[in-house]
């Protein structure tokens, strides 16, 4: 018996340091913590570059191939108008930015509307159209957006995300270095928290989900978090297009899989982009772990069933039987240090840093309640668009919604 306690402890002790490892490898240590601090305060303060370095990054992006930015808009998030601004201040010198929303009345076209007053010297294109029948309703929305790009390298990004001024131009260059890149995509912080249920995702968000993307897609198994997605447009449409990943509701996790099974490489560029949660409850937190973990058990389901061994709380009585109570304790705060304040300062550094070492236990529990819950849930709700989520994620627009 105190065999097995001794390898699922190590088991996940090795999980644990190989994860917070890949989030360094894969970030290469961009992000400095002084700059974050500004960001915070100012989130615009970073978009303005000196000296050398913001000068020979200049001259690399003028070479640069032209970039088509697809921005799916539903409703006004927080901080919508300085997450979007971000995108106007890039130093990419060929860039269009389009913006699409699925109702005339949408708040968010009087955002864009001005910063595009604003900011004139931007190709920028609003697109309102009523939808295309794809049951995923991110995917409706680009499928409609699409059409209106001009270029073939098409990035998408999502509403809830702000990012420096060099960020266009870094995922190109990363995706133009070889020949064998199909799409690029980042790491994100969780950044913006302003109450107890923005502070729970952001420690969620920049321990547990980081490294749980980095570490297999640095080993080759592309886990896609879709929020930043840059790839040429011609080969996406040979592999089966947004039409491929019209009827799943994890469509940034099988897109992945097409490039990597076509042949191609997932890369991560090392700039960390902010995943802006200001607003969040508590109860929003839960919702949208909720939704995610179901994902995961359509997508993995052995993975998600073992999910609780990468938890030291949920092995603590584990750890205690290999270990004793103070060695099974101090092995517990170490491992929750070493992913969440560790990631956290691996992502966006040590401002705040506090927040995790006192939320990463109650985090746990939420999660493993969340974990025992996803199997069982057959709806998923979001953004106003209740679906049935079957195997792969394969979404069913419930009978009721059918016969309105």
Partial sequence: MNNVAFALTGLCSAWTLLGTLAVIRATRGQRLPESLARRIEDPLSTHTDRGPAASERAGRARELPAVSVLKPLCGKDAGLADNLESFFVQD????????????????????????????????????????????????????????????????????????????????????????????????????????????????????????????????????????SMLFSKQVFEELGGFRRVADV??????????????????????????????????????????????????????????EPLTSPLALLPVAWLAMGPAAALTWVAVLLALRDVGGWVALRGFRNAWLPAVLSPVRELFMLLVWARAPLKRHVTWRGHKVRLGAGTLVFVPAAARAR
């Fill in 92 to 227: 990419h010198p060929n860039i269009e930015l389009v913006f699409g929303v699925q109702r005339p009345d949408d708040p968010a076209i009087a955002v864009v509307q001005a910063l595009a007053e604003r900011h004139p010297e931007v190709a920028t294109k609003l697109v309102v159209h009523p939808g295309t029948g794809a049951i995923n309703p991110k995917v409706d929305n680009l499928l409609g957006m699409l059409p209106h790009a001009s270029h073939d390298l098409v990035l998408i990004s999502d509403s809830n995300v702000r990012a420096p001024a060099h960020y266009v131009s870094e995922m190109v260059e990363t995706l133009m270095a070889d020949p064998k890149n199909g799409l690029v995509t980042n790491l994100f912080a969780g950044t913006g928290e302003n109450g107890l249920g923005s502070a729970l995702e952001n420690v969620q968000l920049n321990g547990f989900c980081a490294a749980g993307s980095a570490l297999p897609t640095l080993l080759g198994d592309a886990l896609v978090i879709g929020k």
């Fill in 249 to 306: 509701l994890a469509e940034d996790y099988v897109m992945g899989k097409l490039f990597q099974h076509g042949g191609y490489r997932v890369r991560i560029a090392p700039t960390v982009l902010d995943n802006v949660t200001r607003g969040m409850t508590v109860r929003g937190f839960v919702q949208r772990q909720q939704r995610w973990a179901m994902l995961r058990s359509r997508l993995r389901p052995a993975a998600q069933l073992v």
